[in-house]
């Protein structure tokens, strides 16, 4: 069937690509935008390896003559490679927009023969592009956001329009516009209920030009919630993508207010500003209740002159304070960058980073993920485009030779070689994993258990903490077993509890020099080691009390403490 507009969004694999990513929303979007305007759009996203096909059946099949492709920094060889060909073996017209658009200039242009480049808010653009390829309608000189090769003129850089105010007026994302019959099938969909973000952070591209902020109506939010889940019943997670969803306040209350009013629960997904949340303790509270069980702060770093570089507007205790809020209310999973080798980087910023990484981590037991990533120089930001300014130098054949951003350096300092660099993030990466299992191996039950409760299929939410509780033998035990120790404790009743038999949790007994029980570098000695050496079932609470020469009430106790440390479990036989 001929329609109108194909859209590509061609990656190199899926490693590196979030789930929720791997179909533009933003293309989806514009596809709605020009269908609604009588024109005929479908997208596609797949990866490069396969998709010469799909693109060759869309050509001579459906006839489709105007390509448009979706450009960031780490397909960028992917687009100019599929531009030259679309440009030699057939007559179509091919435009790029995405985030990388901002870089792509004369030079792009005339080496792939881009017909031409889209910068910032497609719909408009796109939809006077078509007018202009199908029905021969109006002139490339006056669609704003546009750069092209003019054959009298030469390079063109048109004016950049508007922001669309009204986003309400965007039809919502159509599933059947997918080519690959997947966009929002899953159990997981994305959605962006604004545009724009009003910081100024120094190495990224929105907060350098997406000064005007726009919302949709909640209404037009919740209404489109509700149309996916009527198409798509299997919904379990909202992935809230918006830059700055929680600026305001009290949209983010009337937010939480109609989640709580859904007949169907959702648990969901968002991005939180520092400053916002810790000026308001009670909107995370709000949150959390009404189903946000996973949300990512921007920290960077840990050191003050940093990010103050940055233009973050926070301090290392602010973050501090707001994961001690995620804790305090309840948040399932928080995450969160540490940049490695960005501004007036040296080895005592780094180990700044370090030392709050720590701390953070010892404060978010079983919810809290620190990562680290290389610094990105992201096309036209502050950083990109005066690097001397930020105490960087940018090293070009080393970006050049980047399959993925923040995954390789790409600058030094004038502190730090590029081996410096790459050196401090794998010590900042075993350190910040020393300090999981330390931490894992002290958690209590509820945290471990808490930590397990979310699941989603592609199982996100606290994956390092999952894996690393699960790295222990005896909590990898318990948690086989936690279900049937919860039943067994309270079918039982607190009266009956010195019936029930005692069971550890882990099979070795290891003593040290000083004959104390070890496992996993605890010790144990006393009457935790005296219970923990006896509870193999062979007898019950009452029974053991005996056996450990004190009375039942004592037992109990420590039995208790070592139960919510998942070191033993009861049974009732």
Known sequence: MKYDLLMLNITRDGSYVSP????????????????????????????????????????????VDNIGLYCSCDNYNIVRNIVIWLKTEFRVNVFVGGPQAVALKEKFLRETNCDAVVVGEGEAAVLELLEYYVDGYGSLRRIGNLRFIDGQYGYVE??????????DAIPFPD????????????????IITGRGCPYACAFCYEGAHSKNVRYRSLDNVFKEIDEMMVRNPNIKFLCIYDDTFTLDPDRVHEFCK??????KKLNWFCEGHVQTLLKNPDMIEDMISSGLVSMQIGIES?????????????????????????????????????????????????????????????????????????????????????????????????????????????????????????????????????????????????????????????????????ST?????????????????????????REKIRSL?????????????????????????GMEKLILENAVGACNLEELSGICGTDAETVERVCEKLNDRCLLYYSNF
């Open 302 to 466: 840990g050191s003050r002159r940093v990010l103050e570089a940055y233009k973050k507007q926070i301090t290392p205790q602010m973050i501090i304070d707001v994961v001690k809020l995620c804790k305090k209310f309840g948040l399932a999973s928080l995450t969160g960058n540490f940049i490695v080798g960005g501004a007036f980087e040296t080895l005592e910023t780094l180990n700044e980073s370090i030392a709050l990484a720590k701390e953070l981590i010892r404060h978010g037991v079983g919810m809290l993920e620190c990562r680290t990533v290389f610094l990105a120089l992201y096309p036209d930001t502050p950083m990109s485009s005066n690097p001397e300014g930020f105490g960087i130098y940018a090293l070009e054949e080393q970006n050049k030779k980047s399959v993925v951003t923040m995954h390789n350096s790409v600058v030094r300092t004038k502190a730090l070689a590029r081996n410096d660099i790459i050196k401090l993030k794998k010590q900042f990466d075993r350190v910040i994993a020393e300090e999981y299992r330390k931490q894992a191996k002290k958690a209590d039950k509820q945290t471990v258990l808490s930590c397990f409760k979310i699941q989603n299929k592609e199982d996100t939410i606290n994956s390092v903490w999952k």
């Open 20 to 63: 929720g990513f791997r179909e533009s929303i933003g293309q989806h979007l514009i596809a709605s935008y020009v269908n609604k305007h009588d024109f005929k759009a479908k997208t596609y996203a797949g990866y490069a390896t396969g998709c010469k096909l799909v693109i060759e059946n869309e050509i001579q099949v459906n006839q």
């Open 469 to 493: 509780f699960l790295s222990f033998r005896h909590i990898k035990n318990f948690l086989e077993i936690a279900e049937e120790d919860r039943k067994c404790r309270e079918s039982c009743g």
């Open 501 to 525: 038999y005692p069971v550890r949790t882990f099979e070795l007994l290891e003593y040290d020099r000083n004959e104390a029980l070890c496992l996993e570098g605890l010790k144990f000695t």
């Open 175 to 190: 599933m059947d516009n997918s080519l690959n019959q997947r966009y929002k099938t899953g159990d997981s969909i994305g």
């Open 158 to 167: 048109n004016d950049i329009r508007e922001p669309i105010k009204d986003l």
């Open 258 to 263: 109609r989640m709580r009013k859904m007949g």
